[in-house]
């Protein structure tokens, strides 16, 4: 069992920036692949970052260049900084983490850009 605790979210002008954490607790060293999701209302949960174990990244194509997804093994945290918001970025953000393909997911936190 995994338990993921998200935090950073909150409300920032476009142009803007904010970082997000995700703090992992229980069976942590089985972690292997850790992600952020979002997902707005009425519509699927897309990733937009994905940081493997070796600290291999990839990134939706609409953050590419604006988000940076990094992951210290010794905290066992994950962040998401986010500059140059867009107000197309407002969605809930929900931290994701793979055990034995199982997925683990947290329960979200808000991220709204006014224009």
């Known amino acids: 069992q995994v338990q993921l605790v998200e935090s950073g979210g909150g409300l920032v002008q476009a142009g803007g920036s904010l970082r997000l954490s995700c703090a992992a607790s229980?069976?942590?060293?089985?972690?292997?692949?850790m992600a952020w999701y979002r997902q707005a209302p009425g519509k699927q949960r897309e990733l937009v970052a994905r940081i493997g174990s070796g600290g291999n990244t990839n990134y939706a194509d609409s953050v590419k260049g604006r988000f940076t997804i990094s992951r210290d093994n010794a905290k066992n945290t994950v962040y998401l900084q986010m500059n140059s918001l867009k107000p197309g970025d407002t969605d809930v953000y929900y931290c994701n983490a793979l055990v034995f393909g199982i997925n683990y997911w947290g329960r979200g936190t808000l991220v709204s850009v006014s224009s």
């Open positions: 229980g069976s942590v060293v089985s972690i292997s692949t």
